[in-house]
């Protein structure tokens, strides 16, 4: 892959752990520290939407600047989409469903093989009014996230591709729902960059302590 993540390790000197996961952040500022850290490191960001129908890419290119990092995105909508443009296996939509870890896992590791990029995000859930069920009520929402780390010249990295998933029920309607699922997809993008590990322990201490709207259904 085309990669561009120099691996410097510097960052800018408004950057810092606290300023990238600080709940009470304001959304813009939050874009333009992320923007910053991948900026910094040579590092390039790539989206795939279904629930939220663009609006996490809105977002990042409301940032001037933001073509330095942010490479584009997919508006995958239905289920053919996710297999026609990024490569989701079709056996997957019966067997878990289009809102699942799986689907948005997969959904971020084909935009990250697509795009060539270091970082993916992929949304997929039931923004409402209707769609809901038992299982999967109105303001589910599955968010995956993806790293690709290069390999190192000896060859340490076998497989350096990471996804990670976890699933969220947001309250409010359909543009609440929305919303905060951009939301926290920023906010996971920045945990990462702030040295969280993505893992089923750091999924839940996220949602306590980064993302109280965030009721996390392991």
Known sequence: MNQRDTGSGKTPPSWSAERMTDAGMERATRVGRLGQALEARGQRLAVAESCTGGL???????????????????????????QRELGVPAALFSEVGAVSGEVVAAMAEGVIRRAEVSYAVAISGVAGPSGGSEAKPVGTVWIGWGYWSPATA????AEPLTTFAARFRFDGDRA??????????????????????????????????FWPVAGLKM
């Open 56 to 82: 996490l890419a809105a977002t990042l290119t409301e940032q001037s600047g933001s073509s330095g990092w942010f490479e584009g995105g997919w508006i995958t909508y239905s289920n053919r989409a996710k």
């Open 154 to 157: 000896a060859g340490a990295h």
């Open 176 to 209: 609440a729902v929305r919303h905060s699922a951009v939301d926290v997809a920023l906010r996971g993008l920045c945990a990462h960059l702030s040295g969280e590990s993505w893992d089923a322990a750091a999924a839940r201490r996220w949602s306590d302590a």
